[in-house]
C-alpha cells in the first residue's frame, strides 16, 4: 500500500496535514512518521529530488542536518549510564587539545554545558574539515577561533560548534567514529536498521 493510503490512526491527521502543508508550500518532497498505539502512521509527499525525481514513500530516506544533535545527546548520555563520561566534567578532561581564544573559558567549560548550549560558545565555525572519519577530529583544532558570546554557564545560546565537540567526546571515550558509536549506542538498541551512515552528519 503506497504511503499515503494507509489508514491514519485516531488522532493522527495532524501527519496528513504536515504533507499536506508541505505540497502547499512547493516543497518537491517530504516524509512523516508517527507511532502510536503499537502501529504506524504515514503521510508522504513528492519526490526526492527536482533532479532525481523518484517517489517518496514511508522508506525513503533523508539526510538528517541538526535533527542529528538528538542522536548525539542519546549517545553521550549512554556513556554517562555506564559511567564513562561525567556530565559535570571539564571538555578538557575528553579532549585536553581544546584550544579557545579564551584560554580560562576553555578550562572552565562542562560537557554538560555543551549538551544544554551554556557553554558561551558562538553558534559554529564555517570551515570544512571533510566528511572523512577525522573530520570531527579537525574540527576540535579549529574553535581557537571560535568566538565567545557569554560566559561558560552564564546564559543558553544555540551551538552547533559546542554538538561537533561532543560528537568527538563520543568518539574518544569509544574509541569508535561517530557514526560507528551512534550505530552501537542508539541505532541498534532501538532497532532503527535504515538510518545511519552517510545520513549521519553533526
Same mark, same amino acid.
Given at each position: 500500500?503506497?504511503?499515503?493510503?494507509?489508514?491514519?490512526?485516531?488522532?493522527?491527521?495532524? !501527519?496528513?496535514?504536515?504533507? &499536506?502543508?508541505?505540497?502547499?508550500?512547493?516543497?518537491?518532497?517530504?516524509?512523516?512518521?508517527?507511532?502510536?498505539?503499537?502501529? @504506524?502512521?504515514? +503521510?508522504?509527499?513528492?519526490?526526492?529530488?527536482? +533532479?532525481?525525481?523518484?517517489?517518496?514513500? $514511508?522508506?525513503?530516506?533523508? !539526510?538528517?542536518?541538526? %535533527?542529528?544533535?538528538?542522536?548525539?545527546?542519546? +549517545?553521550?548520555?549512554? #556513556? %554517562?549510564?555506564?559511567?564513562? !563520561?561525567?556530565?559535570?566534567?571539564?571538555?578538557?578532561?575528553? #579532549?585536553? &587539545?581544546?584550544?579557545?581564544?579564551?584560554?580560562?573559558? @576553555?578550562?572552565?567549560?562542562?560537557?554538560?554545558?555543551? #549538551?544544554?548550549?551554556?557553554?558561551?560558545?558562538?553558534?559554529?565555525?564555517?570551515?570544512?574539515?571533510?566528511?572523512?572519519?577525522?573530520?570531527? &577530529?579537525?574540527?576540535?583544532?579549529?574553535?581557537?577561533?571560535?568566538?565567545?558570546?557569554? $560566559?561558560?554557564?552564564?546564559?543558553?545560546?544555540?551551538?552547533?560548534?559546542?554538538?561537533?565537540?561532543?560528537?568527538?567526546?563520543? $568518539?574518544?571515550?569509544?574509541?569508535?567514529?561517530?557514526?560507528? @558509536?551512534?550505530?552501537?549506542? %542508539?541505532? $541498534?538498541?532501538?532497532?532503527?536498521?535504515?538510518?545511519?551512515?552517510?545520513?549521519?552528519?553533526?
Amino acid at each position: 500500500m503506497q504511503c499515503g493510503q494507509r489508514r491514519l490512526l485516531p488522532g493522527v491527521r495532524r !501527519v496528513r496535514q504536515l504533507a &499536506e502543508g508541505a505540497r502547499r508550500r512547493g516543497i518537491p518532497g517530504a516524509a512523516v512518521g508517527l507511532w502510536a498505539d503499537g502501529r @504506524a502512521s504515514y +503521510a508522504c509527499h513528492g519526490v526526492t529530488s527536482v +533532479a532525481n525525481p523518484l517517489p517518496v514513500d $514511508e522508506r525513503t530516506l533523508f !539526510v538528517l542536518g541538526s %535533527v542529528t544533535k538528538t542522536y548525539t545527546a542519546t +549517545a553521550l548520555m549512554r #556513556l %554517562v549510564a555506564e559511567g564513562r !563520561v561525567e556530565l559535570d566534567a571539564p571538555v578538557r578532561r575528553y #579532549l585536553p &587539545e581544546l584550544v579557545l581564544a579564551d584560554e580560562r573559558a @576553555a578550562a572552565q567549560i562542562t560537557v554538560m554545558q555543551l #549538551l544544554n548550549h551554556t557553554a558561551g560558545l558562538d553558534w559554529n565555525l564555517v570551515t570544512d574539515t571533510g566528511e572523512g572519519d577525522d573530520a570531527l &577530529e579537525g574540527f576540535v583544532a579549529e574553535p581557537a577561533s571560535l568566538p565567545l558570546i557569554g $560566559e561558560p554557564g552564564a546564559r543558553p545560546s544555540y551551538s552547533q560548534a559546542g554538538f561537533n565537540l561532543l560528537g568527538r567526546i563520543v $568518539e574518544k571515550v569509544t574509541g569508535l567514529t561517530y557514526e560507528q @558509536a551512534v550505530t552501537r549506542l %542508539v541505532f $541498534e538498541p532501538m532497532g532503527l536498521s535504515d538510518s545511519g551512515q552517510p545520513l549521519l552528519r553533526r
